[in-house]
């Protein structure tokens, strides 16, 4: 056995307020919330004319609006999302394990593609409609069922389009109840209703609460969708601003305020959470038995969970892949291959760039716990909820300084060295998405006992090794699954991409939009189709990482 | 280890920016998305040998971007499928003249900047679209008319968000003032037969749908809808009919896709001759006959489609002279209630 | 002997709390012994251990592992470079890692061979010969701990610190893994410190034992001491059942109870109020009224085995109703329900109020 006697003494102050990792992690969380601070900072300017009119005539309206489309879909995602996870984790129906990962895969379908064919496939002249028309007579006048073009329209298409997260999230977390706490349940007499209500549905809150802000999140910052189906939300009046009025700075001024709003969201959630803990602490971990149900449970189970799959993806795909037939030679042209080359490689460097930084800043936190560290990562993932158009201002203001300073250093005169480079985009997209890598990253770095770290500290690693060889090899089924989420995220973007993008750049989002926005939506399905595949590639890894999951650290 | 592989490609991948520098280049920022043009731009290149780089996206953001890029702004060109944008972009001091007699002598005057610092390409009319046999054209008059009790509940047209909207209104500030055009909107709004969703072409499948009689929309969405993958998209284009309004009056109003050189343009002679390219024959047929729009050439014949619609009558105000209406639109819009 | 680790004032107190978390802590091991810090949940023991292995700083107060100063309010030491060994409550084994891989994870410094020496030698100190390749997931509760416990020894450290050890143990098998343990912690040779809330824990293992409450360490000794000469009332009832009666002491030290008259012990001074424990086996019961005993009512018997318990209640006097515990032989028989109950002098232990 060995005498270990040498080591190293740091001063004590310099401990307690500043290291390496705080330092770097504080730089990071600068350089990605550096945009924000300057959408921020329009707060503090003083708003022209446009603003006048705007705040008074047409924000209380669309603030309304979009606290009731928040609703709606914070509604419809919940019910729909753990409605789901409930049943595949608890009863066993026929076709349980194949919902269970095709529950997933609206989320590979960008919600403008959704809407666009959505509306393609319910609107006058779309084949279900001709059909019934033409053989039943009905006539339910430019919509088959309901104008789709509508508030109910948009809750629905966007909880379609985004229930996945809280499905997700929910249904890792009943997989990672232990059994006692539900029976527990039952032996006190609720039945399984009363259980699902009582404790099941308050237990996952955690899990709950990061997916639905994550879709509400979502609902946010979309543009293209509540434009088309006419739905007045405060992103619209953002852009209104912008491209109406032509008033850029209100346009910032009012996404500062939508950062506020998000901000207070999530602080309030935080202060209401407290001390609660929602892990099962010391409990011997016993995996759940799902429950065998009867027929006609099973067959009600099943059309449950086959609802949200048909709408949210057969139906659509369904569609999709019939406009691409009839516009395929059309679409498939020489330029293709290389739209998905820049996709996919873009997305494969944004989720690199999220997630390296993501378990930066989680590890740090982890380790040495702060106030100020914990603002310092809320502050740096708000870009979530801002549309990508505003954070595309927001990082020009720096980035264009920078070029204009190297400019000045190496005495050139022309040109911009930065701004419009493969670097700008994957900066954009980290500052856009950092939130969706992070909550995975912190979920499962908080899943993962600090004794482990402190064991291998014990055990004479350093910081870093212990990271390295000890915390990332443990949680990397987590990591490898944020990164997953931010390459579909980034694979469906479009604002940031179109504004930043370099030369001559174009990636499969773009090419759909473009169809898309001339109102040719069959021409836009192949390249959407494309975007699909690619997701549910990302969905197929996502499933075998999450498989991999259960080997996790129990105590 | 995947990481690694990702790594090792993503630095590859930023090594390969800036790489590929073309001798002659002209940088264009596009507010038009249509492959029509980047097969144009092609063609340019092959004549010229002058390569073409091109950013798309919304012509507002591309605006903002040329502005806050100022001096070292790359940008030689600025295309927007809108006239109001032309407008402001002057007004912000981003463009200059293009000093070419071949290219303005090919444009009406009242189609460009009257000192040229922008010139239209194509032109589209916003026309009123009804069925045929459900509704007679001599029922029909003007923008204005439609206004009349008659229409009640009948009038389709999109929200005031849209450009098109919102230089129509503009022009109608021109012709009307303030509180004229007030009231025509207020008139509008209070004969819709819903409220404004949807696109131009759900305007058009509206009015299939017995939801309203009549549709304000571009001609554009006709073409394209007769030339859709849909065969029932085509069954309802066909039956609509092109009614230009206002042709006993100021004329009937028309947009302009146009083309701007920035300020500080670097590669000045390259944008002068691709905007020459644009305006010459060619390309003139071109946006004609795959885009549906009109040509701003009068040199250029028209296509079949766009002559069957017939002649007509445009607004004859000059479209620079929109730009003290133009920021009053949308303020007029929001005070009569269009969404 | 010598001192091996020694804490001295430390105090802490988390960010966000009102209360301090630990007063004036100190605490001297040495070498070879083992030590239990006792105390309910929240007293300070797991800060305390948690500033000896330096995963929290304290605000005041000095760490020293073999002469070395680890921490005081001018110097900080990494955990990974003060040679303490850990294992947690959870035991942290690194599931990705395989035993083995587990065990020479502390030992990259040495060469491949040396590793190989050192984790057989601690392999076969916890009996986990041949399970070497297995992964943690495939291991019981107790192989886990010995896994944990050989990971802990192998870089040999200067003091081993364990947190509740055995609260994750099935109390069937507690008895046992508790003396496999203390084997083969002797056998090391290694000092250690052990934070438990449960008594049988330290009377089980523990050399010495120091018990807390409130962040304060009340008293420190070894377990008999502790048990037979509690400080306080408070540590009293935490080792074991026991009966306390309220005395008042005149002047001349003699403290006056219902239980009868003592002698205070000499140079102790509680006050006026002085408490008087009595285990529940230290009473002579008699069957008949005698002088200087108190009358109780049995109210319930209970049998234990070895031994029966009585709850009786005092009838009369100042102590009216309170209710005692009193062990006596299982063949104890008693003719009718009241009783008469003596205490010795040597049996009485006299002590603070709180």
């Not at chain 1, 950092?434 to 291998?456: F, H, P, Q, R, W």
């Not at chain 2, 005031?160 to 909207?165: D, I, L």
């Not at chain 2, 969405?221 to 009614?243: K, T």
């Not at chain 3, 200067?158 to 343990?181: C, T, W, Y």
Request: hydrophobic fraction near 45%; glycine fraction near 8%.
């Amino acid at each position: 056995m060995i005498k270990k006697l040498k080591g190293f003494s740091t001063p004590i102050r310099i401990r307690n307020y500043f290291n390496g990792w705080m330092g770097i992690s504080l730089l990071v969380c600068l350089a990605v919330a550096f945009p924000l601070m300057v959408i921020f900072g329009h707060l503090f300017k003083t708003g022209d004319s446009s603003w006048q009119h705007i705040t008074t005539n047409l924000l209380p309206a669309y603030t309304i609006n979009t606290l009731i489309l928040m609703g709606g879909v914070a509604l419809l995602v919940t019910l729909i999302g753990v409605s789901t996870a409930w049943l595949v984790s608890m009863y066993k129906f026929p076709g349980r394990r194949v919902f269970q990962w095709l529950l997933v895969l609206p989320i590979a379908i960008p919600a403008y593609i959704l809407g666009f064919t959505w509306v393609g496939m319910l609107d006058y002249t779309s084949p279900a409609y001709v059909f019934l028309r033409n053989n039943f007579g009905v006539e339910t006048g430019q919509f088959l069922f309901f104008n789709i073009l509508s508030m109910p329209g948009a809750i629905i298409i966007l909880s379609l389009s985004f229930y996945p997260y809280v499905y997700l999230l929910a249904r890792t977390w009943f997989m990672q109840q232990s059994a006692s706490i539900l029976e527990a349940g039952y032996s006190l007499g609720h039945k399984p209703l009363s259980v699902f209500f009582r404790i099941a549905l308050p237990l996952s809150r955690p899990a709950l609460v990061a997916g639905v802000s994550l879709a509400l999140m979502e609902v946010l910052n979309d543009y293209g969708l509540v434009n088309y189906f006419g739905v007045d939300t405060f992103t619209t009046g953002i852009f209104s601003a912008w491209f109406a009025f032509g008033s850029p700075v209100s346009a910032i001024k009012l996404s500062g305020y939508l950062m506020i709003f998000v901000l207070i969201l999530l602080m309030a959630e935080r202060m209401d959470r407290g001390n609660r803990r929602y892990d099962s602490v010391g409990s011997q971990f016993r995996p759940l038995r799902q429950k065998e149900l009867n027929r006609l449970n099973g067959f009600l189970a099943m059309i449950t969970v086959m609802l949200p799959i048909l709408l949210g993806f057969v139906l659509p795909v369904s569609m999709l892949i019939y406009w691409s037939i009839q516009t395929s030679h059309l679409a498939f042209d020489h330029r293709f291959l290389s739209l998905l080359k820049n996709s996919f490689l873009l997305a494969s460097l944004a989720a690199l760039a999220v997630i390296s930084i993501s378990v930066l800043i989680g590890f740090t936190v982890r380790t040495f716990p702060s106030r100020m560290a914990r603002f310092m990562t809320r502050f740096a993932t708000i870009g979530y909820a801002i549309p990508g158009a505003i954070i595309a201002v927001g990082l020009l203001v720096p980035f264009i300084w920078i070029d204009n300073q190297l400019a000045r250093i190496t005495g050139s005169a022309g040109g911009i060295i930065i701004t419009g480079t493969w670097f700008t985009l994957v900066f954009a997209y980290t500052v856009r998405f950092m939130a969706v890598g992070y909550n995975s990253i912190e979920s499962v770095m908080t899943k993962t006992s600090v004794s482990l770290d402190e064991a291998s500290r014990s055990l004479g690693m350093s910081n870093r090794n212990t990271l390295f060889k000890v915390l990332i090899p443990i949680i990397h089924p987590g990591i490898l699954a944020g990164a997953l989420l931010v390459f579909i995220d980034v694979l469906k973007e479009l604002p940031l991409t179109l504004i930043l993008r370099p030369f001559n750049f174009d990636t499969l989002a773009i090419r759909a939009f473009e169809f898309a926005s001339d109102e040719r939506v069959p021409e836009a399905a192949p390249a959407s189709l494309v975007i699909i595949f690619v997701g549910l590639m990302a969905v197929l890894l996502l499933r075998k990482t999450l498989k991999k999951q259960g080997y996790v650290h129990h105590p | 280890m995947l990481l690694k592989r990702i790594l090792a490609v993503s630095v590859a991948a930023v090594l390969m920016v800036g790489c590929a520098r073309h001798a002659e280049v002209v940088n264009v920022y596009s507010g038009r998305h249509y492959q029509a043009d980047e097969r144009l731009f092609r063609e340019f290149t092959e004549q010229t040998g002058i390569r073409v780089n091109l950013v798309k996206a919304n012509s507002d953001q591309l605006l903002n971007r040329l502005e806050m890029e100022g001096e070292r702004s790359p940008a030689d060109i600025i295309i927007t499928a809108d006239a109001g944008r032309l407008i402001i972009a002057k007004e912000k001091g981003l463009l200059q003249s293009i000093d070419s007699e071949k290219a303005t002598q090919l444009v009406p005057s009242h189609f460009r900047d009257s000192e040229n610092f922008w010139l239209g390409f194509t032109k589209r009319a916003r026309v009123i679209i009804y069925p045929k046999g459900r509704i007679n054209p001599s029922e029909l008059d003007s923008y204005e008319s439609l206004t009349g009790d008659q229409w009640n509940g009948r009038v389709l047209v999109r929200s005031s968000q849209n450009h098109y909207n919102q230089t129509l209104m503009a022009s109608v500030l021109a012709a009307h003032g303030e509180k004229g055009a007030e009231n025509w909107a207020r008139g509008i709004v209070n004969n819709m037969a819903r409220n404004p969703i949807g696109n131009d072409r759900d305007q058009i499948k509206g009015i299939a749908a017995g939801e309203g009689d009549v549709a304000i929309t571009n001609t554009y969405y006709i073409g394209l809808m007769l030339n859709s993958v849909n065969r029932e998209e085509r069954e309802v284009a066909s039956q609509m009919g092109v009614f230009f309004p206002n042709q006993n009056d100021r004329g009937t109003h028309v947009n302009i896709s146009g083309i701007g050189i920035t300020a500080n343009s670097p590669n000045y002679k390259n944008a002068v001759l691709l905007t020459e390219f644009l305006l010459a024959d060619q390309a003139q047929n071109v946006f004609a006959s795959e885009n549906y729009e009109y040509p701003v050439n009068p040199n250029v014949e028209w296509p079949e489609l766009l002559k069957s619609w017939g002649e007509f009558k445009s607004d004859t105000l000059p479209l620079h002279n929109l730009g003290e209406f133009i920021h009053q639109a949308m303020i007029t819009f929001n005070n009569a209630g269009w969404e | 002997m010598s001192i091996i680790l020694s804490a001295k004032n430390l105090t802490k107190t988390y960010p966000g709390n009102k209360y301090r978390s630990l007063i004036n802590f100190n605490l001297n091991v040495e070498k070879g012994q083992i030590t239990a810090l006792l105390g309910e949940s929240g007293c300070g023991k797991t800060t305390a251990l948690r500033i000896i292995a330096g995963f929290e700083s304290a605000e005041k107060g000095e760490v020293i592992i073999n002469n070395r100063v680890m921490a005081n309010d001018r110097l900080f030491t990494e955990p990974n470079d003060r040679g303490v060994g850990i294992v947690f409550q959870d035991y942290a084994l690194f599931p990705h890692k395989t035993v083995w891989k587990n065990i020479v994870f502390g030992l990259n410094k040495l060469s491949k061979s040396e590793q190989q020496s050192v984790a057989e030698k601690v392999l076969s100190l916890t009996g986990l010969k041949g399970y070497e390749q297995r992964y943690p997931h495939q291991l019981s509760g107790g192989q886990r701990q010995r896994v944990a416990l050989a990971r802990a020894l192998a870089p040999n450290p200067g003091v081993l610190l364990m947190d509740e050890p055995f609260s994750n143990i099935d109390s069937m098998k507690k008895n046992q893994i508790r003396e496999e343990i203390r084997e083969i912690l002797k056998a090391a040779g290694t000092t250690v410190v052990f934070v438990t809330h449960d008594t049988k824990d330290v009377l089980a293992i523990a050399d010495r034992v120091a018990v807390m409450k409130e962040g304060v360490l009340m008293q420190e000794g070894t377990p008999k001491e502790i048990f037979n000469h509690p400080a306080n009332e408070y540590i009293a009832h935490f080792f074991g059942k026991t009966n306390v009666f309220q005395g008042n002491a005149d002047e001349n030290g003699k403290v006056a109870s219902e239980i009868g008259v003592f002698n205070l012990p000499e140079g102790k001074d509680f006050g006026e109020n002085v408490s008087i424990s009595v285990r529940p086996n230290s009473f002579l019961v008699h069957t008949t009224e005698r002088r200087g005993t108190v009358q109780v009512l049995v109210k319930k018997r209970i049998f234990m085995g070895e031994y029966t318990e009585l709850i009786c209640s005092i009838q009369s006097g100042s102590e009216a109703g309170m209710d005692l515990f009193v062990h006596v032989s299982s063949d104890f028989q008693a003719t009718n329900d009241h009783l008469w109950l003596e205490v010795e002098e040597k049996n009485a232990w006299l002590m603070d109020l709180h």
